[in-house]
């Protein structure tokens, strides 16, 4: 799993891939792959899509190294801005197509009605939704590892804080300090804009 790159990393990434290194894109896919496709499958639902996603995103990462900024934040982070930006896209591409190729069809002329049985009230929900899942798997990839252990253990184990202390070989107060934290983390995630929120200065959209 990707951890956050210290900004020393991120900046000479960044320098060898604007001086066109191959080997430089290669370790950042091997780094992060598994953090875009994973949130883009999370939003999408759909493994092909996450798959496509991951190649765009990789693809403008080669393409605009110059896009990112190291003073507004870390490349993980941006990574994660580009994936979630390309994922929201590609949801309303789709729901877009399905309503021409329903109008086509003879179908899909209420208003609203995507061919898919979303509307545009729907589709936005959906994407907020989608958001905060993402939100959520992100701040769970890229939270301390203590705190991250103790909430698997927890929550997809089913452990009680006193089998987790066990487990992790801690107190029982401590466990239930780092599932205290983690929690807390986890809140944000519906009250928080993504990671992948584009804010400006971070280049042309994909």
């Known amino acids: 799993m990707a951890k956050n790159a210290p900004p020393r990393w991120d900046r000479r990434m960044q320098q060898r891939l604007a001086r066109g290194e191959a080997a430089a894109l290669g370790e950042l896919y091997d780094r992060f792959a598994s953090l875009v496709h994973s949130q883009a499958n999370r939003m999408l639902d759909d493994e092909s899509a996450a798959d496509l996603v991951t190649r765009e995103v990789f693809g403008y990462v080669w393409e605009n190294p110059d896009a990112y900024d190291p003073k507004q934040g870390s490349m993980r982070s941006w990574v994660a801005r580009l994936t979630h930006r390309e994922s929201v896209q590609r949801l309303r ?24 049985g979303i509307g545009p009230a729907d589709l936005e929900e959906r994407v907020r939704l989608a958001t905060a899942a993402a939100r959520a798997d992100y701040i769970v990839a890229s939270m301390p590892a203590p705190l991250r252990a103790a909430l698997e253990l927890a ?33 944000t995630a519906h009250t928080r804009p993504l990671e992948g929120s584009s804010p400006p200065g971070y280049g042309r959209p994909l």
Do not use: H, K
């Not at 591409?93 to 898919?116: F, H, N, V």
């Not at 089913?158 to 986890?186: C, F, M, N």
């Open 155 to 187: 929550y997809i184990q089913r452990r009680d804080y006193r089998q987790t202390a066990t487990d992790l070989g801690v107190t029982e107060d401590e466990a239930r300090r780092r599932l205290r934290l983690g929690l807390q983390l986890l809140s």
């Open 93 to 116: 591409r789709t729901a877009a197509a399905r309503q021409t190729d329903d109008a086509y069809d003879g179908y899909g002329e209420d208003e609203g009605y995507d061919g898919s």
